[in-house]
């Protein structure tokens, strides 16, 4: 069983940085597709960026495109979310969530896609 926990959250002000980290164990780490949602308060959850198990391919949503970039690490088995130019609006729970794949596939972006989920960790921008 892929255990999947995320890190890096914060408070940080409008136009700042901030960078989450998501760390896989328990299966073959190359193997894994992830993605990244967000959950703010009193909506649902949605997607904002996935990696392939290549690292090749990623895929972003709308309002986060040229200010976010998702990576991946495999020697050190992590995935990570690079956020700049933060807003407001980015504030939410962030969830970090794997999926084993037998062949490179194209970033898979919903949710049922993916098998493995971490609780989330919080970031808060301030205007």
């Known amino acids: 069983q892929v255990q999947v926990i995320e890190s890096g959250g914060g408070l940080a002000q409008a136009g700042d940085s901030l960078k989450l980290s998501c760390t896989a164990s328990g299966g073959t780490f190359s193997r894994l597709a992830m993605g990244w949602f967000r959950q703010a308060p009193g909506k649902g959850r949605e997607f904002v960026a996935a990696?392939?198990?290549?690292?090749?391919?990623?895929s972003y949503t709308e309002s986060v495109k040229g200010r976010f970039t998702v990576s991946r690490d495999n020697d050190k088995k992590t995935f990570y979310l690079q956020m700049n130019s933060l807003k407001p609006e980015d504030t939410a729970l962030y969830y970090c969530?794997?999926?084993?794949?037998?062949?490179?596939?194209?970033?898979?972006?919903?949710?049922?896609?993916?098998?493995?989920w971490g609780q989330g960790t919080q970031v808060t921008v301030s205007s």
């Open positions: 990696i392939d198990r290549s690292g090749g391919r990623t």
């Open positions: 969530a794997v999926k084993a794949t037998i062949l490179t596939v194209a970033p898979m972006t919903t949710e049922n896609s993916f098998s493995n």
